[in-house]
């Protein structure tokens, strides 16, 4: 018996039930993944008990030797990893993240200019119920209604006229590629500063399947443990100019000692990162992407901008008469976990919707491949199309618990 189950089996039990839900059902929410043993065993290591406060040969408390090297590791590798010049890998989150690069270039009261939440841009991009959206004055653009991607024409517009002190660009929603270049012109243009918030596509970035903001623009964001498959936590990457401001602005700006065993976790992330199995890993998170929307698309089902080019996509279930809310339960109940969504001219709150989000980082890590998403399609579709019909809805949980049972979640990323 493990000393957490002697010591309290509550929280064991929980970790228990946590640990089936994850083997028998399906994960799909897209900015979701199962880490490997190497990540897991880290983040719950010995490092967990010291205070590092300051960065690499300048902390402010005794004994950190090893801890240096750690982070120095994380910090290196993140920027092999991305071809970055600097690197802070202490930020706790993807929030905090967004927080730091604001705090370090823009005034309170400046204006962000953002992609709106409702049409695929996250709350630290200005949401008025975020910090973001309370200290910054904010402008949004969304995507063009007709082909429901950006138009760049539309933003450099709309930069030309609010003059924004920062442009934030990068999404949680949004299945297509994002040009950064473009962004980093305009922003350039209307002397602007730029962040890239590359929390969902990160991995892909790193693998060379999205283009890269690292070299266009000033700063670059990101979370660890989207497709990125590390710890939970965020990172920041800028030019070398800015890097002491940064480092400032997460400590002693924002933070005070940093979670090092998540940072030791991020080092064995980003060390996966850059192996050469991680790129085809990346590559078959975007083929099975493809091939859960064509199944999709031929079971009737509307995506958002025809398909996706990365690990997502948008269902519009608004001409089925569903909403997001009523489709994540009962997929819930048929064992598959996605999430509600808004969609480009939602009508519905966000915690109603029109639309789900579906991703496919997990399901790959688990070495699911093109086969798998045809049958996940189908499962998906069979649900959808019948949603009251509780029999059909059962007699797919059996045949995605049986699907799940032969791709142990640590089976291929040990
Ligand atoms: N940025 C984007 C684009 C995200 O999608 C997310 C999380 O979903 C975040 C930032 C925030 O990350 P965190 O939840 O670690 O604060």
Not at 106 to 131: A, C, Q, R, T, W
Request: glycine share 8%; proline share 4%; aromatic share 6%.
């Amino acid at each position: 018996m493990s000393s957490l189950a002697n010591t309290d089996p509550e929280v064991a039990d929980i970790i228990e039930m946590e640990r089936l839900r994850q083997t028998n059902g399906l994960e799909l929410i897209a900015s979701e993944n199962i880490v490997s043993k190497a990540v897991l065993e880290t983040t719950g290591s010995i490092l967990t008990n010291k205070y590092a406060e300051g960065y690499p040969g300048k902390r402010y408390y005794g004994g950190c030797e090893y801890y240096d090297i750690a982070e120095n590791l994380a910090r290196d590798r993140l920027c092999q990893l991305f071809g970055a010049e600097h690197a802070n890998v202490q930020a706790h989150s993807g929030s905090g993240a967004n927080m730091a690069v604001y705090f370090s270039t823009i005034n309170y009261g400046d204006k962000i200019m953002s992609m709106k939440l409702s049409e695929g841009g996250h709350l630290s991009h200005g949401s008025p119920v975020s910090f973001s959206g309370k200290m910054y004055k904010v402008v949004q653009y969304g995507v063009d209604h007709e082909t429901e991607r950006l138009d760049y024409a539309d933003i450099a517009a709309m930069a030309r006229k609010e003059k924004p002190q920062m442009i934030v660009c990068g999404a949680s929603a949004y299945p297509r590629e994002i040009d950064f270049k473009a962004f980093g012109e305009i922003a350039e243009e209307v002397g602007a500063y730029c962040v890239a918030d590359i929390a969902h596509i990160a991995g892909l970035v790193a693998a060379g399947l999205h283009n890269s903001p690292i070299d266009v623009l000033p700063f670059t964001t990101t979370t660890t443990h989207k497709t990125l498959r590390g710890p939970r936590g965020g990172a920041i990457m800028c030019k070398q100019e800015y890097a002491q401001v940064i480092d400032k602005a997460i400590f002693p700006g924002l933070q005070g000692g940093p979670l090092m065993h998540i940072i030791a976790a991020k080092a064995v992330c980003f060390g996966e990162a850059l192996k050469p199995s991680y790129k085809e890993y990346c590559k078959q998170i975007i083929k099975n992407a493809q091939t859960l929307a064509a199944t999709l698309d031929a079971e009737g089902l509307r995506l958002v901008s025809g398909g996706t080019d990365n690990h997502l996509m948008l269902l519009d279930l608004s001409d089925k008469g569903l909403t997001g809310l009523q489709a994540e339960n009962t997929l819930h109940d048929a064992g598959i976990t996605v999430n509600k969504n808004t969609i480009p001219r939602e009508t519905l709150s966000p915690f109603v919707t029109s639309g789900l989000r579906i991703g496919t980082p997990a399901i790959t890590s688990r070495g699911m491949k093109e086969e798998e998403m045809k049958q996940i399609g189908t499962f998906i579709a069979t649900v959808l199309n019948d949603i009251e019909n509780k029999e059909k809805i059962a007699a797919v949980r059996k045949e995605v618990e049986a699907l799940a049972s032969k791709f142990p979640i640590y089976a291929v990323t040990e």
